[in-house]
């Protein structure tokens, strides 16, 4: 047999390594009856801990080992490390480190062992309790990393989280059963919300929507606790479908998040309900959720910073009354130093950076936004947000007339990283800028692409994507680009009836950035310059 057809044929079981060659030990004749042999000749307590450590999935450290194996049922049984050193050494367990964890040995078996080993985890009884040590002690170590997000320990996070990944999905799955229960359900909820630090920012795997969509529509899920369920509601809303279905989402995570005094839950469900709301066009249920959500965290330096960034940021498209303002600009670069939160830290800086934008003062927002990389390379974390500040320095770095072909590069960048995560909304307002640095290099061909490439996502996208390059509004800059280079490379006839397609669009320049309406008119007096 080739190696793919050995490898189609072991997914339907192992009998297919099977010998019938004659005169041959009986154990030399097949998979199974040379894991049966190896077994034979353990000592009992090493059968018993090899049986119980294949409820593992994706391997398990000497922690875990120690604290799911229980040996007790032999009186002269040798401490859990020299079980497992001695399963090392007959072949049976496989000691290595992970990529997530190079200083951290983990113990593996393959699969075959691993088949063979749970099926003679017995009685049920026996089953039962190894199953639940294990689900205790992932979940209280996944939940413990999941709430890792201050300085030092969040650089760690997604790396003991990613190592633990499989182990975790395996409490998801008995939860995705017809005939779960209760607690099964329970269980699966806070798993998935413990996922979460992994997935989040960087896309939320198909597998994992699939069960957001499964455990949520189960009335058993409300027995999860309600920091668990705020969680896994707010990222329900990350992914489509969205409009009022995304912002029913983010209002039940809100509600669990008043219900229970969850600040840091409080705080992430307002960030994403702003600017739903904004788009809405409900001034007076923005402010009122804006005030609320302020007023429950005012102990709370952090939580009311993340609260209150995204309405300095907004305050071109809704005004902030003067006095809120200016508390807000005194406000968060104070909470800004203090905080050991790099999520909270990103977000303030992002606020800034627009705010400064806002008031052209450009290098101030270059600097902002390079706190915002910082942070989330700090913490790892949000890997489109990070993707998207890059692009916009990139941008900044065009506009104060700096190093072109490092903003090119920078931008670039931030697309392909944006298009691997499948994190299309920040693609637009990334071609955008890329668009205006080929213009500002004079390369008016890779303009004309990029400009084109804004324009065919946002067709895509709709009204969802960046807000600065959404809807109509942002087409008609992404014309107006597209327009600006075709003019440059001579095709002033393409040019015109590009900019005269802008005129079936609906704009609203005074809920948008004048900047949308700048490079209209750039468009239209370089025609009338020929």
């Not at 090493?46 to 007790?72: M, W």
């Not at 102990?299 to 305050?315: G, H, I, M």
């Not at 490379?489 to 079936?504: H, I, W």
């Amino acid at each position: 047999l080739s190696p793919g057809q050995l490898r189609a044929r072991l997914g339907a079981g192992l009998d297919v390594l099977t010998s019938r060659r004659r005169g041959v030990p009986d154990r030399q004749t097949g998979f199974d009856k040379a894991i049966a042999w190896s077994w034979q000749l353990l000592e009992p307590w090493e059968q018993g801990a090899l049986a119980q450590a294949a409820v593992f999935r994706g391997g398990f450290s000497l922690d875990a080992a120690e604290v799911v194996l229980d040996l007790s049922t032999w009186a002269d049984a040798p401490p859990v490390l020299d079980v497992l050193a001695s399963l090392c050494d007959k072949s049976l367990l496989r000691r290595g480190a992970t990529g997530e964890l190079p200083d951290e040995p983990r113990f593996r078996m393959f699969e075959g062992v691993r088949a063979y080993a749970r099926a003679r985890l017995q009685p049920a009884e026996a089953a039962s309790a190894t199953l639940a040590r294990h689900a205790r002690f992932v979940l209280d170590l996944a939940e413990r990393w999941a709430r890792c997000d201050e300085l030092p320990a969040v650089r760690e996070r997604a790396a003991h989280l990613a190592a633990e990944r499989e182990n975790i999905w395996a409490l998801v799955e008995p939860g995705l059963d017809a005939g779960a229960g209760p607690g099964e359900v329970a269980l699966a909820v806070r798993a998935v919300a413990a996922l979460v630090p992994i997935y989040e920012g960087r896309g939320l795997r198909a597998i994992v929507r699939r069960a957001l969509d499964h455990l949520l529509e189960l009335p058993a899920s409300a027995g999860a606790p309600p920091a668990a369920l705020a969680i896994c509601w707010r990222e329900r809303a990350r992914v489509p479908p969205r409009g009022e279905l995304a912002r029913s989402f983010l209002d039940r995570s809100l509600a669990l998040a008043r219900g229970h005094d969850l600040h840091e839950a409080l705080a992430w469900a307002t960030l994403r309900l702003l600017p739903m709301i904004a788009d809405a066009g409900d001034l007076a249920a923005y402010h009122a959720l804006l005030d609320d959500s302020r007023r429950r965290c005012a102990d709370q330096p952090d939580w009311r910073a993340v609260c209150s960034a995204l309405a300095l940021s907004y305050r071109m498209v809704v005004p902030l009354p003067p006095e809120l303002q200016t508390a807000l600009v005194a406000e968060l670069p104070a909470t800004a130093t203090t905080t050991r939160r790099p999520a909270v830290a990103a977000q303030i800086h992002w606020a800034l950076a627009v705010n400064a934008i806002f008031d052209g003062e450009l290098a101030s927002a270059r600097d902002h936004f390079a706190r915002v990389v910082d942070a989330y390379e700090d913490s790892h974390d949000d890997q489109a947000s990070l993707a998207l500040a890059r692009g916009n320095i990139a941008a900044i770095n065009l506009a104060l007339d700096r190093d072109l072909d490092q903003a090119r590069a920078m931008a670039e960048r931030s697309r392909r990283a944006l298009l691997d995560m499948g994190l299309i909304e920040g693609v637009p307002f990334n071609e955008f800028n890329l668009a205006l640095i080929c213009e500002g290099m004079g390369d008016h061909v890779g303009a004309e692409a990029a400009a084109r490439r804004c324009l065919d996502w946002q067709g895509q996208l709709g009204t969802g994507g960046n807000w600065m390059m959404r809807g109509d509004t942002g087409r008609v800059a992404a014309a107006a680009q597209l327009a600006i280079s075709l003019t440059w490379q001579g095709r002033v006839d393409e040019a015109t009836a590009t900019l005269a397609m802008t005129t079936t669009w609906t704009v609203e320049w005074t809920a948008q950035p004048p900047s949308s309406a700048n490079i209209v008119a750039a468009a239209l007096a370089l025609l009338d310059a020929g």
